[in-house]
Structures are given as structure tokens and as C-alpha cells.
């Protein structure tokens, strides 16, 4: 398999090129929501870097009304004026994403500059016969079934030229890894429904991102073990968090419709640019498993 990395320098934190203080990344005037949003995670992480580019409001989802609590506090510790929207909600409950996002676009009298579709859930590493079948299941209701609503509700109140942002993971294109059944075929589920919302919808650019190797989390202290035992080391938080505020901008237009890993340089994709654009645009996948 050719290397996965098509930029020479690999990153494990947060850099200047993306930095949220950049002006020409501020999200000023604009109003996101992101799912998954419960601290600590990355969601969590991502709602803040979102807060320092100047965001004007942002609804935080999730389903624990506690953990989003933290998350909308350490924003205002920010002291950065966005204003948090709380939305309990399990994003497989259609009729209850309908109501939150219909709320959350009443109260801000606005529509949806930014999409962060960040919820996700792994489900206990085992083989497909040792798998409680409603746990195993719990990730496809999610990833799949959760984003499926998230898209459905999310179409109506999208401002023109929105940023959909999915927080994928590499692991869906990586070879057999024992265990992760449940959770990798999930996300490649939950990956091809945001490709088909791109094609669905060329009005809005949908980036889909792997988020790197995060520690800290509630998911890493499922998965985390395996990743010591196999070497890996973890990338820290601020990147992904980053990242995100960067794909949201007009420097990241050119990689509408694709996937990316966070790691990747964000210059070096520039400079790649005109390549990029030329690419198969039916190819929703640049630089994985030797693609150009």
C-alpha cells in the first residue's frame, strides 16, 4: 500500500496556518452547531476553536445536559462573545433533532453558516459472536442513522454555500483490525452517506476529516490500550479542533467533496491545489491507499 500522507510534513498539533486567531479565518457573524459536543472530546474541543475565530452563536448537541454544560462553560471562560445554545438530543431520534434545530434557528432568528457532525459511538471491542447485538448496533444508530437525521433536518435551515464538516476516521479505509467491527463499518456507513449528501447537494461544501489519534476521550478509553500496544502515538486535541475552523474557510474550498486527515499540512494541500481540482471528482478520497 503507498503511504497515506501526500504532504511531507505530518502534523500531531495545532500550528500557525490554521491558528482560530487568524482573520482570515474568523467565522464572525456566522452561526454553527455541532453534534456530539459533550466534554471532554473532540466536538468539545472543536466548539471552542469555533468560539475564538469570533463565532456569533453555536448550538452544542449532545445527550448529556451535564457534559455540554462543561463545554459551554469552558467557551465562556473564553470570554469570546458567542453565544451557546444547549440542545439535549439523541441523534437518533428524528423528531428530536427536527425540534432542535428548528429551535436553535428561531432563537437566533438565522440560518446555519456551519455543520459540525461529530457524534459517534463505539461500541465494546469484541468479536461479532462475543457482541451484545443492541450495543454492536448502538454505533450504526448513530453514525449512520443519526447523521441520516442530522443531513435530513439540517437541508431546510442551511445558509447558502454551508460548511458541512463530518469527523470520520481513517479507519474505514485501513486494513482488518480485530474487534472494531461494529465501529469501522459503522463509519464507513456514515462516510458514504455524507459523500452522497455532497453529490445530492453541490451547493454546499462537505468536507469529511479524519480527526487523528485523540486521547482523553470517552472513545479513547475504549480503544485506547490497543493503540499503546501497537505503538501509536496519540495527536493532541488542538489539531482536529483547528483543523475543523480552517475546512470552514475559503482557503479549504478546493477539497469540496473530499476526505482529509488533519495531519496533512495545510500549505502543502494549497500548493496542491490545482491537482486537487483536477482530480476524478467521483473520487471522494485524495491521497488514501495511493490515490493522487
Request: charged share 20%.
Amino acid at each position: 500500500m503507498a503511504s497515506p500522507n501526500p504532504t511531507k510534513i505530518y502534523r500531531t498539533k495545532t500550528y500557525k496556518a490554521i491558528s482560530p486567531l487568524r482573520p482570515e479565518l474568523s467565522t464572525s457573524g456566522k452561526n454553527a452547531l455541532i453534534t456530539g459536543a459533550a466534554s471532554p472530546g473532540i466536538g468539545s474541543a472543536i466548539a471552542k476553536s469555533l468560539a475564538q475565530s469570533n463565532l456569533a452563536n453555536l448550538a452544542l448537541l449532545g445527550r448529556t445536559f451535564k457534559a455540554l454544560e462543561t463545554t459551554r462553560a469552558s467557551i465562556e471562560a473564553l470570554k469570546t462573545g458567542t453565544k451557546i445554545h444547549i440542545y439535549v438530543v439523541d441523534v437518533a431520534d428524528a423528531s428530536a433533532v427536527d425540534a432542535a434545530l428548528e429551535a436553535y434557528t428561531e432563537a437566533i432568528e438565522g440560518k446555519i453558516d456551519i455543520l459540525i457532525a461529530n457524534a459517534a459511538y463505539m461500541p465494546d471491542l469484541t468479536t461479532i459472536a462475543e457482541a451484545k447485538p443492541d450495543d454492536w448496533w448502538r454505533a450504526f444508530e448513530v453514525a449512520i442513522k443519526g447523521n441520516f437525521n442530522l443531513l435530513r433536518a439540517f437541508l431546510p435551515v442551511a445558509a447558502p454555500g454551508a460548511a458541512v464538516i463530518h469527523v470520520s476516521t481513517a479507519a474505514v479505509y485501513l486494513p482488518y483490525m480485530e474487534t472494531f467491527s461494529g465501529y469501522r463499518a459503522s463509519k464507513m456507513g456514515g462516510t458514504k452517506l455524507f459523500e452522497y449528501f455532497h453529490h445530492e447537494n453541490p451547493n454546499l461544501f462537505v468536507l469529511q476529516i479524519h480527526p487523528g489519534l485523540i486521547g482523553g476521550t470517552a472513545m479513547a478509553a475504549k480503544f485506547g490500550h490497543k493503540a499503546v500496544d501497537l505503538g501509536l502515538a496519540f495527536d493532541d486535541i488542538s489539531l482536529p479542533a483547528d483543523f475543523a475552523v480552517w475546512a470552514t474557510s475559503d482557503e479549504a474550498k478546493f477539497l469540496n467533496g473530499k476526505f482529509v486527515c488533519v495531519n496533512w499540512d495545510v500549505d502543502e494541500l494549497k500548493a496542491m491545489r490545482s491537482k486537487i481540482e483536477a482530480a476524478d471528482k467521483t473520487l471522494p478520497v485524495m491521497g488514501l491507499l495511493g490515490w493522487d
